[in-house]
């Protein structure tokens, strides 16, 4: 996800390697299960900063270490600095709670990766708020389900946009460690005010949630495309 906030141009969670990369994680198929709608240069062309969740290969894979320039300011969990540094970055910068870059301030928030077992070998996940003057109050959740940390971060800092994953990705014999469906719905009741758009769908063997099936549970529950946004892929939306 490229995002332009506060004048500069992010990088989230870079997968910038090419259809079948690497294993099945739920056994059904190689990943990514798409190309990149651009050439990855393209992709990074004018990113000014990186920002990653968790170091999982699905968000930051071996071609984006590869590919991204060595001095790039790259942001990320303090338990997460040591495999960025392996992959070649020299300017790292661990978020322990908050930061300020460019006028831009990033707050680092909690998330589950799933509940129960799974969260032995799933590991730490993060998400970010930013906010800048003049500019909406932006949340992107990351790898976590609708949980308390989530709510709390939605109660306390009421963002205007909420970047959720929604793909219902599920570990075989684990259950679902991503919002789902009816989770992403939860968090879109639990923030009224706020534009939700949810990505993380449809480009890895074990997201089972698809776009139109996230659109049509909006619709049952009455919650509108202006509400909820569910971008296609390459697709620019302006706030």
């Known amino acids: 996800m490229r995002m332009t906030y506060g004048g500069h141009l992010f990088l989230t969670d870079p997968m910038l390697a090419p259809?079948?990369?690497f294993e099945p994680v739920a056994g059904i198929a190689r990943n990514p299960t798409i190309e990149l709608p651009f050439p990855a240069k393209d992709v990074l062309e004018g990113v000014e900063a990186v920002l990653v969740s968790h170091d999982h290969p699905d968000h930051f894979d071996t071609t984006a270490g590869n590919?991204?320039?060595?001095?790039?300011?790259?942001?990320?969990?303090?338990?997460?600095?040591g495999r960025m540094a392996e992959q070649g970055?020299?300017?790292?910068?661990p978020v322990d709670t908050s930061h300020i870059w460019q006028g831009i301030s990033i707050v680092r928030t909690g998330g589950l990766h799933g509940t129960g077992k799974v969260l032995e070998f799933a590991g730490e996940v993060s998400g970010?708020?930013?906010?800048a003057?003049?500019?909406?109050?932006?949340?992107?959740?990351?790898?976590?389900i609708w949980c308390k940390e989530v709510e709390e971060t939605i109660r306390a800092t009421k963002p205007d946009v909420i970047i959720t994953h929604s793909g219902g990705a599920e570990i075989p014999g684990y259950g679902v460690i991503i919002m789902d469906d009816e989770q992403t719905i939860a968090a879109a009741k639990a923030?009224?005010?706020?534009t939700v758009v949810a990505v993380h769908l449809e480009a890895l063997d074990h997201c089972r949630v698809s776009r139109e099936t996230l659109r049509k549970r909006a619709d049952q529950e009455g919650i509108p495309s202006s509400r909820?946004?569910?971008?296609?892929d390459g697709e620019t939306l302006p706030f």
């Open 89 to 93: 970055s020299r300017n790292v910068i």
């Open 133 to 144: 003057e003049g500019e909406p109050t932006v949340y992107w959740v990351g790898d976590s």
């Open 228 to 232: 909820l946004i569910i971008p296609g």
């Open 191 to 194: 923030a009224p005010e706020a």
């Open 19 to 21: 259809k079948d990369d």
């Open 67 to 81: 590919l991204l320039p060595r001095e790039i300011p790259l942001f990320c969990q303090p338990r997460d600095e």
């Open 128 to 131: 970010f708020v930013l906010q």
